[in-house]
Structure formats: structure tokens, C-alpha cells
């Protein structure tokens, strides 16, 4: 903004002065040679007043006392040809020992004139007597007079003079003349101001400050430029008040508007700069309020999906971590309780060989099946901390949910529970470790038919291709369970029912993971379990892979 400013001011500020400097220099030269013209006009009419004088017949004329109304022949030939001239009115001529001049010129022009009234200047050898202002009777003239001889008495005296056309001399100011904007006035001796024409001008009404004032090209002679431009610059200084409006104008939009932008870019980087403090002090479950547009909107999005990224990786590293430090506690643990329930279970087999009495030999028999059952569990804390790594092979869907079917049918059927498969038109094969993969589906299976065994119910098996994975479904119309539950399934030690361990589903989850797949569930209170298993669909291009390999 301050570049514009100062930009506007010194360009106002310089293009003004220069234009009165190419003005000023243009307006001195044109006077200069203006005053040169007006001089040189009188000049050149001095010359011809001065070969006047030296002809013979008219210098003897000039110093002749004869007297006669009529001039000489010679004389009046000689004075005609002379106003032939188109600068010349007449000829006004004295002879010696004559009082008074005598006019060879038209009679209107002596009307009312005294040729002893008129100023006079002196221009070398010779007087310029005048002006005569012009008036409807006749028009202005003035009169350059040259002596024969000199002599103090008037009477013996004798002169010519020129009675010169006074526009043939104004005329030569006509290059000063600017339409509209200056206009050309001569100033005679008597204070007289003629225009271009050589009409008076009233000083009074005409002049102003603004005029430009020549030097004297001769004495009490000088040119003056009257100043007419005011209506005519009246519309260019209203045009240059303009610019500067509009350029403070532009300036205040200017400001204005980077106000506007600022505080717009504000409120929507606000909303992004609390958002990123809110995660770095580790926030990642509150959304990001997305204001913005172009650039911002986009950074906004990007920024939102990081910390939706974020939040899935600390997450995952997080449950890898404690994955990790439960795997290592239950292997810890499994080891320590392992071989003193060996050591337990071995000792009460050899116990119960030996005891005859009855009640005795049912509390060593119900002792080894809860030292079988806490085995199980140690089991379970093995498989969850030191999961076989998965092996994957092409495996038939259908023929794995039949097998299952075989297998778990006699436990359904002693709790009124049937078990339901869903043929699929063709073949569905995926690509994981088979074992792996009925470990899964037995245990979800299991988990539904206890989830019924008061109630009764169906379980329904099913096997689906869905673009490039290979879906298992086990669904069942038990009691389900809640919203906030669900979140909670596959977390170890997470168990809604009164005997379980909680890390069943924990190990399920573990290795649909190792076999690049992943459990999904679905439920409504009272309305059953939906549990989905997606694992990678084997395709004929992966067999060429392997066998490759």
C-alpha cells in the first residue's frame, strides 16, 4: 500500500511539474520568437522608410520650401508605389520650415487624430508613434516616422512617416494563440491592450495571476498571454481529482478486502490448528470441524484423514503392545502353572488307584477334571501368547462349514440347537491355513450353541464370494448382545458368559489377522449374532504363484 501511495503522489506530483515545464519552455520560445517577429515587421518597414528617404526626388521635396497643394509628379509616383504595399495605409510626410505634416493617406483615418497626443517610441533612428485604437469609423493604425535632419526647431524639421496597418503588425502574435487555452495580448506604451486583431481589449475584465508576462522587445512594448484554460482544464483537474479518488479508493478496497481475506483464512485455520493441538495432546476421537474452501478445504481433509489414520495406527500399536506384554504374562504364567499341574495330576491318579473308600475316590476324580480343565485354559494362554504361524493352502468353504457341521451337531442336538448350512451354486475357495480356519469356525460355532443351550435355536453356516474375498457366515437367533458390548468381543479376558476365559474370540481374532483376514460382528440385543469371516479368495493366477515359487 505505501508503494502505491507514493507511486500515485510522485506521479501526480512529477507529471504536473513537467507539464508546466513543457508548457513554460514551449509558451518562452513561442514569445521569444513572437517579440523577434514584431521586431523584425518593424524593422523591415524602417528599411523601406529609409529607401523612401533616400530617393532623390522625394529628399529634395522633403527639404524644398515651395509651396502648392499638389505634390510633384515624381514624388506622388514614388509615395504611390509605396502604398502599394499591404502594410501601409499611407504616408504622412513634413517638409522643412512647414508647421504642419501633410497626409497622403485616406481621410478617415485623421479623423479625430492628433498626431502630438500619440506616445511615441524611440526604435533606433526612428519614432513609433501610436497605436491608434480602431474604432466602427476607421480601423487602428500607428505611424513609423523617420527624420530627414535634425534640427531643434520644429519648424525646420522635416520627416517622412509610414502609416502602418495595426493588424499587419498584432497579426504576428497568431503562433501564441492556443484555442481555449491562451490568448495574445500586445501592450503598447499608453497601457493600451490589443488582441491579435488589434481591437482594445479591457485590461481590467481580461487579465488574471495566471498570465504570462513577456519582456519589452521594445521600450513600453511587451506581449502578455492571457490565461483562458480554466473552463477547459476544469474537466482534466476534475479527471486527475478522480484518479486519486480512485486510487485512495482502491487503496481502502485494498485494505479491505486483505482484512476480509485474513479474517476469513483465520476462521477456517482456527479450526485446523485446534484440531492438530488436540491430537498432538493425543485426541483422536474428536472430529475435526471442516470449514474451508479450495486449498483450505482440501488441507482440511487431508488433515482429517490423518488423524482418523492416526488414531487406527496408535490403536494398533497400542493392541500390539498389549498383545505383546499379555502374550508374554501368559506364557509366563502357562509355564509356572504347566508342570506343578503335571506333578498334581499325576500324584492324584497314583492316589486314586490306591483308595477304596468311595466319597474319597469322587473328590480325587472331580480334582483331576479341574486340573484337566485349568489345563485347557494354560492351553488357551499358550495360543494366544505364541500363535502357530499360519500356513496357507486352498481350501473348499463348503467343505470346511459340512465339517464343522459333523462335528458339532451331536453337542446341538443335546441342547435343542440345530446347525444349518447354506449351499453356494459354485465352488468358493480361499487362500489361508486350513486348520486355522476350523479352529475359527468351531469356536464361533461353540460361542452359539452356548449362547442357546437354555433356549434353543438355529445356527446357520454359509460360504460367499464378493469380489476378490471369500466371506464365511455364522448366524445365529440367540440373545445377542449389546452396542457397548460388541466394541469389547475381541479385547483378552473380555467374556459375557459366567465360566469363560474371554479368549476365545481374542485368539479367533488373532488369526484371521496372521491369515490376512478379518472378523466382523453383528448383533441386536435379543435378536441373535451375526459373525463374518473375510479371508483372501484364491484365484487360478496365485496357484501359478505358488507353484512358480
Known sequence: MIPLLLLAGVYDALYVRALNKVAESRTNARMAATENLLASFLQERLFELQELIDDPVLSDYLGSTRTGALLPDAVDRTLRRQLDSPYVYGVILKRRFTSAPEWYLPQSLRVGIDLGTLPITPLRDAELLGPVSPNVDRPGWLVLKLGLNQSDNPEQAAWLGLVLRLTSFTDRMRDLELQGLQQPLLRAPNGVYLSQLGTQVDPHAALSERDDVGAEFLPGWNIRLLWLGDPLYSPLELARFGLLLLVFASAIGIVWLARHLSRRLSDQITPLIEGAERVAGGDFDTPLNIRGTAEIGVLALAQERMRL?????????????????????????????????????????????????????????????????????????????????????????????????????????????????????????????????????????????????????????????????????????????????????????????????????????????????????????????????????????????????
Open 309 to 549: 489414520r492416526l488414531k487406527r495406527l496408535i490403536r494398533g500399536m497400542v493392541e500390539v503392545e498389549r498383545r505383546a506384554v499379555l502374550g508374554q504374562f501368559a506364557a509366563g504364567v502357562a509355564h509356572e502353572i504347566r508342570n506343578p499341574l503335571a506333578t498334581i495330576k499325576t500324584s492324584v491318579q497314583a492316589l486314586s488307584r490306591k483308595e477304596t473308600e468311595p466319597h474319597r475316590l469322587e473328590l480325587m476324580q472331580m480334582v483331576s477334571h479341574e486340573i484337566d480343565r485349568t489345563n485347557d485354559v494354560v492351553q488357551l494362554l499358550l495360543d494366544y501368547a505364541r500363535p502357530r504361524q499360519a500356513e496357507a493352502n486352498r481350501i473348499n468353504l463348503q467343505e470346511l462349514i459340512d465339517s464343522v457341521k459333523v462335528l458339532a451337531d451331536g453337542i446341538a442336538h443335546s441342547h435343542g440347537i440345530q446347525i444349518e448350512t447354506v449351499a453356494h451354486d459354485k465352488a468358493v475357495y480361499a487362500w489361508a491355513d486350513p486348520a486355522q480356519v476350523r479352529q475359527i469356525i468351531m469356536n464361533l460355532v461353540m460361542n452359539s450353541i452356548q449362547a442357546m443351550e437354555t433356549m434353543g435355536g438355529t445356527v446357520r453356516l454359509q460360504a460367499r464370494r464378493q469380489g476378490l474375498s471369500a466371506y464365511l457366515f455364522v448366524k445365529d437367533n440367540g440373545p445377542g448382545v449389546s452396542q457397548e458390548q460388541l466394541a469389547y468381543l475381541t479385547e483378552p479376558f473380555y467374556t459375557t458368559k459366567s465360566s469363560g476365559t474371554g479368549l476365545g474370540l481374542s485368539i479367533c481374532s488373532q488369526l484371521a489377522h496372521s491369515n490376512d483376514g478379518k472378523l466382523t460382528f453383528r448383533s441386536v440385543s435379543g435378536q441373535g449374532m451375526r459373525v463374518s469371516l473375510r479371508l483372501p479368495l484364491y484365484t487360478t493366477d496365485r496357484e501359478k504363484l505358488e507353484r512358480h515359487e
